[in-house]
């Protein structure tokens, strides 16, 4: 079972995190080097941080980008509930998109109350494709996003029956679309949870959610 994001590189993370089959993003110049030491990962800089980035560290990003065969370029985004200068977000976010235009690498996008202003960004790449994980958008947004052949990402969070809108949405989004990840939960084993999740949601047996998501992080990560 593919976890398609999870930080194992973090401090936060339980001992067993090391054996997960997962997808490592990066965060930024701090853990470009981690990453690394997984099979599969991703640089990139995430909106949190651009403030402590510099044009020269985005220089660099691409230098490794084109060294290190990284799956996908990320994690990287727009958050507007954070405090991170809007228009530094937006240029670190377009930055990284051109990256992965030009090395033809999918992206992972982290979208907190800028579902729009990042679907209005992807439509002027393409040919970029990707997922936006830890999806947080609205109903038609998913459906935008899916269109435009974009994973939507989906974890922990779905387990909480409170989150009404966010199941909603993993009934009515296409098999064909959808990941699953634990991000920064310290167990990227529960991945088996957000699965079963699925599987109640949209009633269809487990082992048919396991296998399509497995396919669609092999498919969009390129995995080998
Ligand atoms: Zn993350």
Redesign the pocket.
């Known amino acids: 079972m593919i976890n398609s ?1 999870a ?1 194992l590189d973090f401090d936060s993370m339980n001992s067993i995190a090391q054996n997960a089959i997962a997808i490592v ?1 990066s ?1 930024g110049h701090q853990n470009w080097t981690d990453v690394q030491m997984y099979p599969y990962f991703a640089f990139g800089i ?1 909106p949190w941080l651009v403030e402590i980035h510099t044009q020269q560290d985005l220089e660099h990003l691409e230098y490794l980008i084109k060294c290190n065969n990284p799956v996908a370029v990320g ?1 990287c985004g727009l958050d507007y509930i954070k405090n991170s200068d809007k228009e530094t977000q937006l240029h670190f976010f377009t930055s990284q998109l051109s990256i992965a235009e030009k090395y033809g690498l999918p992206i992972i996008i ?1 979208a907190v109350k800028a579902t729009e202003d990042v679907i209005f960004l992807l439509k002027k790449y393409p040919k970029v494709t990707g997922e936006i ?2 999806f947080s958008g609205s109903e038609a947004q998913a459906q935008q996003l899916t269109k435009m052949g974009f994973y939507l990402g989906f974890g922990m969070q779905i387990i909480n029956q409170k989150s009404s809108k966010i199941r909603q949405i993993v009934k009515n989004c296409p098999l064909e679309f959808t990941l699953i990840e634990t ?2 939960h310290p167990n990227p084993n529960d991945l088996q949870l957000v699965a079963e999740e699925i599987s109640l949601l949209k009633q269809i047996p487990i082992d048919t959610v396991i296998s399509q998501c497995d396919n669609n992080a092999i498919t969009l990560f390129n995995l080998t």
């Open positions: 994001h930080h993003p965060i995430h994690e982290h994980h830890g991000d920064d």
